[in-house]
């Protein structure tokens, strides 16, 4: 009787007509396994062609947890661990790993293969490939624990952002597979702490390699001559080694090397000490040598105050003993840009010290520290070769003292959608298009986030979509106050307010932003206090954007208040504070 109560439940399920997953602020809640649709002949060339739009054809979910299986939903075959598992409208993590089974896929007659997917994935805080990985085996028999997968890395590029993008991305089957019958498979991981929501349209394989577009495979590139380190830390720590001396080690996650003391499941901060150290490489025989990668560094300061015994490092030395507390280490960091938020990069490049060149065992390594607070620092696309510093970053020779507290950003710079979702707090969720259960009226319903150890909160706020996709987006009415949505900041900043400098947009028709207004005051939320704007006003062919600058020179504030409480949506692109 339960085996046909849950199969009538997924038929049902699949009668309903969805819309788009970019209008879902939560992920999924439906359990189930689909139907099974067959499949008509194969073209030449394509060993397995599998759309998910209906059911999900020969392919079985296999999992640990009862509760969290792979379904149909929104034309796509999808999975996540956050759902409301006890009916009570409360959504909660549970730990489970899932695999999505393929029938046998026979390689025999292949030379090469690849595989295509075309998949979306939101909410991802760990490492991408990791909990959501496409597995490949010769040995299944029905037990997906019990066989050797092996994992096939793909590209990461486009997916897990603020909506549910849909990418093609496709990956080389390793060669010990090809002349084999073959399984794959889909393997979601989540805890009781996160989870992400998993889309995936469809699956193929294909004669042939792979035209890869994407960095998610962490293969070693080609030897090239007068390069000596390229590791992309996608997937591994490839030849370099981690060493921590206390507290929480460097990690491979979001396709890099991370580190950072802050666990943002627990909101706690672990004193840490941790060093990434390379592989000894000679430059007896280079003319001149250079660093470069990629990297984001963020909450490095607090609104511009150092945070102390904060560190992030770029160490070098031609006496490594092994030991990295002992070894005599030569500081090159330079200038670091402190981030505003995840997807913007910036590039570092300087010098190999002179000192060094003909050297024949030169190390370099990345060293974090941190106490009470910590920064994020992410690293990807570590490169050492020969040649010159470029202008993009870094600065030859760098600074004894490293980089605490100094090479700072604005405070504030750049308070974004992204960033309230990456700090959100608590279980009141970030919505898109719809503000949820928020109420203006009851505090416990107010959406609150963390930015730069700065706690804020706000009500009939969400995340915008169509032609405002990107902003923040406050609800707005002239009479209604239960509809007048706000942001504010809880925690007081550590030095009074300079001025705040919203980017806001609007439809191109009009002329002049939403009216709305913004408050200060020596309290958190003020609301009686206001501070007029300057606007700059530059037209575009779809939106306009306004550059309002509010200045609270005058006074001695720490806390501000957007507040509107004027008709109409206000769609904020960027919130800026400068401290004096």
Request: with cysteine; net charge negative.
């Amino acid at each position: 009787m339960k085996k046909l109560t849950l199969s009538l439940f997924a038929l049902a399920m699949t009668a309903m007509t969805f819309t788009s997953c970019e209008d879902v602020p939560a992920p999924y809640d439906y359990p189930g396994t689909g139907g099974n649709e067959g499949g008509g002949e194969l073209a030449e060339g394509v060993y397995l062609d599998q759309n998910f739009s209906t059911s999900l054809g020969d392919f079985q979910s296999v999992g640990s947890n009862p509760n969290i299986a792979w379904a149909i939903d929104y034309s796509s075959a999808c999975i996540t661990g956050y759902k409301d598992y006890n009916g009570d409208g409360t959504k909660s993590n549970e730990a489970g790993v899932t695999y999505l089974v393929s029938p046998e896929i026979d390689l025999t007659a292949a030379t090469k293969a690849h595989v295509e997917m075309n998949h979306a994935m939101r909410y991802e805080r760990a490492d991408i490939n990791t909990n959501n990985s496409l597995l490949i085996c010769k040995d299944y028999a029905g037990d997906p624990t019990t066989a050797n997968w092996v994992s096939i890395p793909y590209s990461t590029d486009g997916i897990n952002g603020t909506s549910f993008d849909f990418v093609d991305v496709s990956a080389n089957i390793p060669d010990e597979f090809i002349g084999s019958k073959v399984r794959l498979a889909l393997r979601h991981t989540c805890s009781d702490a996160q989870s992400s929501t998993w889309e995936v349209k469809s699956l193929s394989v294909k004669e042939g390699e792979a035209e890869i577009s994407g960095g998610g495979e962490d293969t070693p590139n080609p030897p090239v001559e007068g390069e000596y380190i390229n590791e992309t830390f996608a997937t591994s720590f490839g030849s370099f080694t981690e060493k921590t001396v206390k507290g929480t080690p460097w990690v491979i996650d979001y396709s890099c090397a991370k580190a950072t003391g802050y666990d943002n499941s627990s909101k706690t901060t672990t004193p840490s000490e941790s060093y990434l150290v390379s592989k000894a490489i000679d430059l007896s025989a280079s003319k001149g040598a250079v660093v470069n990668f990629e990297y984001i560094l963020r909450y490095y300061t607090n609104y511009g105050a150092a945070k102390p015994g904060v560190a992030d490092k770029v160490l070098i030395t031609d006496n490594y003993t092994g030991d990295v507390t002992t070894t005599n280490w030569t500081d090159i960091t330079g200038k670091l840009t402190e981030g505003s938020d995840w997807n913007t990069w910036y590039k570092y490049s300087v010098n190999i010290p002179a000192k060094l060149l003909g050297k024949k065992a030169v190390v370099i390594a990345l060293y974090y520290a941190c106490q009470d607070n910590s920064a994020t620092w992410e690293v990807k696309n570590f490169v050492v070769k020969d040649g010159e510093a470029s202008n993009e970053g870094g600065n030859e020779g760098g600074n004894e003292g490293g980089n605490e507290g100094g090479n700072v950003a604005p405070a504030g710079d750049g308070m974004t959608i992204s960033s309230i979702e990456v700090g959100r707090q608590g279980t009141v969720e970030l919505t898109s298009n719809n503000y949820g259960t928020q109420a203006v009226a009851d505090a416990s319903t107010w959406l609150t986030w963390n930015y730069d150890n700065i706690i804020f909160k706000g009500a009939k706020v969400c995340a915008a979509t169509g032609d405002f996709t990107g902003c923040i987006q406050v609800q707005g009415n002239a009479s209604d106050v239960a509809k007048q949505g706000f942001i504010f900041n809880e925690t007081a900043f550590s030095k009074d307010i300079k001025s705040i400098v919203l980017v806001v947009k609007g439809l191109a028709k009009y002329e002049t932003p939403t009216v709305f207004s913004v408050y200060a005051g020596s309290e958190a939320h003020p609301v009686t206090n206001a501070i007029e704007a300057t606007t700059k006003t530059e037209t575009g062919a779809t939106l306009n954007t306004f550059t309002m600058t509010y200045d609270f020179s005058k006074g001695n504030y720490k806390h501000f208040t957007i507040w509107n409480n004027a008709i109409g949506a206000l769609y904020i692109e960027k919130i800026v504070i400068n401290l004096k």
